[in-house]
């Protein structure tokens, strides 16, 4: 019987000393448990999301000089960690295997995403299977490539996160090998539902290749855009013996399992398969120590997960847990919003208030306060509801066009979460800018012949003033833009897109409503209760408006461009799966009740907004990837600021219609 764990680690790019801190850490408590095989995340030594850093040498030599560090501690334990490699001026990235203290070699990744998120092409090579070479490095070489281990008797391979979600992946030639243990150091990141995905893939390797594979990730928000949930697992001949607790705001978590091999070695017997000459194999003499019982609990799901609300729990807790890190890696003292009374404004302070509770139940309060102690004044706090107060800043402009509706839910919204509220009226700054304009042209602006501009004045003089109340705060300054509004350019650039970070992003206004009622009536799940805001109840009870014109023009965001579920359908269509705005048109008609006139128009006036307003999607601020698909033009739909806006393809959609 064997003692093996894997770590989540709270990475961030390029922080040596950090990085190897919570590296430490972990070895440390693992070895004080009595580990005796531990699996790191990939890439942790320098961080996942270094991107075009990892081209200077500097990345790689300080790795090696991190790795020298974590070998010392690695005394009495074998520990696998992530780290990119420098061999012949091409970067690899890799997993070094360390026993005892001693560098066995290093396993280089072999399949590279490059996909969504993923760019790994641009910065390393692919290892081709069955090679082996050698680095050296002060004065000693080692080898490198697709290799594995025998240490005391059990052989260890390695697949690095990629590896194992591909059809010839490396553990098939692994199990042929006859390894007993498969660790796979990743940086898989969050997305929803995504975790049932990885558990299948762990479990079915563990029966398959009749093994014991540990799995570790990343924790957090390591660089800004990805959240990683923490997901680390430990399974055997198909059963998951120990999983961790995922959105974990602690530096490290650490899964551990008492696991027997002589079992999956029985299994392996039964499967017939032709030997092959073990030219990649390297055997370290290592005394274990096997004096444990094996573990006969099954992993069991967290309360969250089995709820019945998983979407919606996920998304308060990822970007939760991406708001925590982005505050306190950015050295940032709280937060700041425009709080209109609307649902994006909304969910915005319900997620920062999230953020703040779920930590407590996390890591407690007195370790909060330790990881914001940076922030003046939150040692200070005598409680969570100071610190909400300290941190959480919200900002009602109103104009002539303002509801009372929209004040009412603001103000009840900011006194149920906690946050500091503020009113200020922007009716004279408006005025001012439009009279100096009229002047200038020598005209009156109108709502006739003016509408749009006299629209976006409003949203574009709130941006300075709730800039200026950040700023004295040193806060970070919250985008409230959501996907769908994203996709057809339905902001004021320098407006309502002024901000630091968009936590909503990457959600569309339809689920985005649902979630804000979910979490006025049922609530989250913290310490066993469900936690529930009930201050959203009045912007639950409005329509969607950005209350720019005149209140008897009656204005709403579906009026003006459509109904939200028609819009995400079109993006889904058009956007992530590529269709034409024909083919969009012909499969709207079967899914919808909506006239063809309707869904003609809109779908026309989509295409034509998106590809417009592709200059505002290069601008908004970072937001967080929470789905399998995004707009982000920086890190996954990328799209020509130029271009010729769709004028062949909606000439062939006007013929379909009017002649059909």
């Excluded at 000459?277 to 370290?284: L, T, V, Y």
């Excluded at 200026?468 to 705060?473: E, M, S």
């Amino acid at each position: 019987m064997l003692k093996v764990g894997a770590a989540a680690l709270n990475q961030t790019p390029l922080d040596w000393a950090g990085n190897r801190k919570n590296i430490l850490k972990a070895i440390h408590e693992a070895k004080a448990e009595g580990v005796q095989i531990l699996c790191l995340p990939e890439l942790c030594i320098s961080g996942y999301g270094c991107e075009d850093a990892f081209y200077a040498p500097d990345v790689t030599q300080r790795s090696l000089e991190s790795l020298a560090i974590v070998a010392e501690a690695s005394v009495g334990i074998v520990t696998c960690v992530g780290l990119p490699i420098r061999l012949r001026n091409k970067i690899y990235n890799a997993a070094a295997l360390i026993t005892d203290g001693e560098v066995l070699g290093f396993v280089l990744k072999q399949h590279l995403p490059n996909y969504g998120v993923f760019y790994e092409d641009r910065w390393f090579q692919r290892w081709k299977p069955g090679k082996t070479g050698s680095i050296s490095w002060k004065g000693k070489t080692y080898p490198v490539g697709d290799l594995f281990f025998e240490i005391g008797g059990y052989r260890l391979g390695i697949e690095i996160c990629e590896d194992a979600w591909v059809p010839q992946r490396p553990g098939s030639k692994l199990n042929e090998k006859g390894v007993d243990f498969i660790l796979n150091p990743s940086a898989s990141p969050f997305s929803f539902g995504k975790f049932q995905t990885r558990e299948k893939l762990v479990t079915d390797a563990s029966r398959a290749f009749s093994c014991v594979y540990i799995y570790s990730n990343l924790l957090g928000n390591e660089s800004g855009r990805l959240i990683f949930d923490g997901d680390t697992m430990i399974s055997t001949g198909g059963e998951l013996v120990a999983s961790s607790d995922r959105f974990s705001y602690a530096d490290y978590t650490l899964t551990t399992a008492i696991v027997e091999v002589e079992t999956n070695r029985i299994e392996q017997a039964k499967i017939k398969s032709e030997y092959l000459q073990d030219f990649s194999f390297i055997s370290k003499e290592h005394q274990w120590e096997e004096t444990f019982t094996p573990t006969s609990t099954k992993a069991l799901l967290e309360p969250f997960e089995r709820g019945g609300h998983l979407k919606e729990e996920e998304f308060a807790r990822a970007v939760s847990l991406g708001l925590f890190d982005y505050l306190r890696k950015s050295r940032s003292f709280g937060f700041t919003l425009s709080l209109s009374g609307g649902a994006d404004s909304s969910a915005c302070l319900a997620l920062c208030t999230l953020m703040l509770r779920l930590a407590e139940e996390s890591v407690g309060l007195e370790k909060l306060k330790d990881k914001l102690s940076y922030i003046p004044g939150v040692k200070e706090c005598q409680d969570l509801a100071q610190i909400q107060s300290l941190l959480m800043i919200t900002l009602y402009q109103g104009t002539r066009n303002s509801s009372e509706d929209t004040l009412q839910s603001a103000a009840a919204l900011a006194k149920d979460c906690g946050a500091r509220f503020f009113v200020f009226d922007i009716d004279d700054l408006v005025s001012s800018y439009t009279e100096k304009v009229a002047q200038q042209i020598d005209r009156k602006l109108s709502w006739e012949t003016d509408d749009i501009p006299l629209q976006n004045i409003q949203a574009r003089v709130r941006a300075p003033g709730v800039w200026l109340l950040a700023n004295i705060h040193n806060h970070l300054l919250l985008t409230t833009s959501n996907r769908s509004e994203a996709a057809v350019g339905y902001c004021t650039m320098d407006g309502d897109t002024a901000g630091s970070i968009a936590p909503i992003s990457g959600i569309d206004k339809t689920w985005l409503r649902t979630w804000l009622v979910w979490l006025e009536k049922v609530g989250c799940e913290v310490k066993g209760k469900h936690l529930r805001l009930e201050g959203l109840k009045y912007v639950n009870a409005l329509q969607p408006t950005a209350e720019l014109r005149p209140i008897e023009r009656t204005q709403t965001d579906e009026k003006d461009l459509m109904p939200y579920p028609v819009l995400n359908q079109l993006e889904i269509l058009g956007i992530r799966d590529h269709h034409s705005p024909l083919e969009c048109f012909k499969r709207m008609e079967k899914l919808y009740n909506y006239s063809r006139e309707e869904l003609y128009t809109w779908t026309k006036r989509f295409f034509q907004l998106w590809s417009r307003n592709q200059w505002k999607r290069e601008r908004y601020a970072p937001g967080f990837h929470l789905d399998t698909h995004n707009l982000d033009p920086r890190s996954w739909c990328r799209f020509p600021i130029l271009s010729g806006g769709f004028y062949e393809e909606l000439q062939e959609l006007e013929e379909y219609y009017l002649n059909r």
